[in-house]
Nanobody, 120 residues
């Protein structure tokens, strides 16, 4: 059974930092590009970042998080990460990790999400 379990979402003040984790199981994690997506009430699902399969040497980010967020992966631990710095209220959302083919927003599997709230 494929499982993606996100963790690390909390309430944080503007300007703060947070690291999200996603534990994967039930599929060949290292062979899949991994993505972070987010969603706020009333908005559609927004692609945040993607990291390439195997080496993870290629990464892409949506413009609004460039320079502030860093995606990474540890294939030995089957875990995906999202380091989030200089957080803004607009970053408030449910964050999902997903696995899918290619460096894009297409996914085959998605987790249940972890809530990030940026507020003073």
């Amino acid at each position: 059974e494929v499982q993606l379990v996100e963790s690390g979402g909390v309430l944080v003040q503007p300007g703060g930092s947070l690291r999200l984790s996603c534990a994967a199981s039930g599929f060949g994690f290292r062979d899949w590009a991994m993505k972070w997506l987010r969603q706020t009430p009333g908005k559609g699902l927004e692609w945040v970042s993607v990291i390439s399969a195997i080496s993870g040497e290629l990464t892409l980010y949506t413009d609004s998080v460039k320079g502030r967020f860093t995606i990474s992966r540890d294939n030995a631990k089957n875990t995906l990460y999202l380091q989030m710095n200089s957080l803004k209220p607009d970053d408030t959302a449910m964050y999902y990790c997903a696995a899918g083919p290619g460096m894009n927003n297409v996914y085959s599997f998605r987790g249940q999400g972890t809530q990030v709230t940026v507020s003073s």
